[in-house]
């Protein structure tokens, strides 16, 4: 029903910044919640922002509020994720998900997910 692509993604120095944008099909975009999450091997996936529907503020993890921002394109279908002065924490798979019925930061919330991103952060 729902598809969602992620892009974006490579190998970094620490201090640098990637734009991760994930682009979806099959819904109006204008009513997708949109959610950013990463997993590195062995642990939970952990939220890192969200752009929701609604007049509802985007929400951006503490662990990278500061640093990563937001931007929606409904022209485009895609929600950006703008990646500045990374570390090599932010290592991870980044997913780009999805939801029509509601909105949060837990990852049970969403029903669609795309493929994932690599993102890498060396020393």
């Known amino acids: 029903q729902v598809q969602l692509v992620e892009s974006g993604g490579g190998v970094v120095q620490a201090g640098d910044s990637l734009r991760l944008s994930c682009v979806a099909s099959g819904r109006p975009f204008s009513r997708l919640t949109v959610g950013w999450f990463r997993q590195a091997p062995g642990k939970e996936r952990e939220f890192v922002a969200a752009?929701?529907?609604?007049?509802?503020?985007?929400n951006i993890a503490d662990s990278v509020r500061g640093r990563f921002t937001l931007s929606r394109d409904s022209a485009r279908n895609s929600v950006s994720l703008q990646m500045n002065s990374l570390k090599p924490d932010d290592t991870g798979v980044y997913y780009c998900?999805?939801?029509?019925?509601?909105?949060?930061?837990?990852?049970?919330?969403?029903?669609?997910w795309g493929q994932g991103t690599q993102v890498t952060v060396s020393t």
């Open positions: 998900a999805g939801e029509l019925e509601g909105y949060g930061i837990a990852h049970q919330l969403y029903t669609f």
């Open positions: 752009s929701f529907w609604t007049n509802t503020p985007d």
